[in-house]
């Protein structure tokens, strides 16, 4: 049973347009999201988390928002740019535990200059 | 190093033998985790060290999958009597805090069983 998913395999958007990544989780002990983003042969690279007493949090081109009531996440690039095209994992940890990361299938983002 | 670094990056392995995967995490790093990462699928957690103490090996799939971090710093898995379903990327990853903060990924391990 999935407890993180991301029902999007993939996405395709213009170059300069937002792009929003969502996810849905159904543990609701989980207490701390992260995204992170993957190149081919490269491992996960950390990109923005939120802590779940938060429903917002942003760093430049990339905000998280996070609906508790929903156990809902999502990420959004805006302006998106080619560089940005990556599998993006969203990934959930759980309060009290072993810190380690539950991670969903992941979303193909493709940016069109 | 600047990152966390595994070794080998691509191991093929015969069906029934012993395999052994590297990691060096980041200096420092109180917390190292290793996981699983078959072909379209996310990663998934195998074992988990605070320091040398082995916290969580849940995620192991079976009694032949086997980790240690001995001195609290290099992290060795070893997969023993392959077999073709372990093959995937192993990822290995460390984080600096005990509690809470993103962790840093290596760039895995392919491990081909034929």
């Known amino acids: 049973d999935q407890q993180v998913k991301q029902n999007s395999p993939s996405l395709s958007v213009q170059e300069g347009r937002i792009s929003i990544l969502n996810c849905d989780y159904t543990?609701?002990?989980?207490?701390?999201f992260l995204w992170y983003k993957k190149y081919p042969a490269e491992g996960p690279t950390f990109l923005i988390s939120?802590?779940?007493?938060?429903d917002k949090n942003e760093d430049g081109r990339f905000t998280v928002f996070l609906n508790k009531s929903a156990k809902h996440l999502s990420l959004h690039i805006v302006p998106s740019q080619p560089g940005d095209s990556a599998v993006y994992f969203c990934?959930?940890?759980?309060?009290?535990?072993?810190?380690?990361?539950?991670f969903g299938k992941g979303t193909k983002l493709t940016v069109n200059p | 190093g600047a990152g966390v670094s595994q070794s080998p990056r691509y191991k093929v392995a015969k069906r029934g033998q012993d395999v052994a995967l590297r990691c060096d995490p980041i200096?420092?790093?109180?917390?190292l985790f290793w996981y699983q990462q078959a072909l379209g699928q996310g990663p998934e957690f195998l074992t988990y060290?605070?320091?040398?103490?082995?916290?969580?090996k849940s995620g192991l799939p079976s009694d032949r999958f086997f980790a240690e971090r001995p001195e609290g710093s290099v992290s060795t898995l070893k997969i023993q009597r392959t077999q073709q379903e372990d093959s995937a990327v192993y990822l290995c990853?460390?984080?600096?805090?005990?509690?809470?903060?993103?962790?840093?990924f290596g760039q895995g391990t392919r491990l081909t069983v034929v």
């Open positions: 990853a460390s984080s600096l805090k005990r509690t809470g903060g993103e962790a840093f």
């Open positions: 543990n609701s002990m989980f207490d701390y």
């Open positions: 939120i802590s779940s007493i938060k």
């Open positions: 990934a959930a940890s759980e309060a009290g535990g072993s810190e380690k990361l539950v």
């Open positions: 200096s420092g790093h109180v917390s």
């Open positions: 060290f605070q320091n040398e103490a082995q916290l969580d």
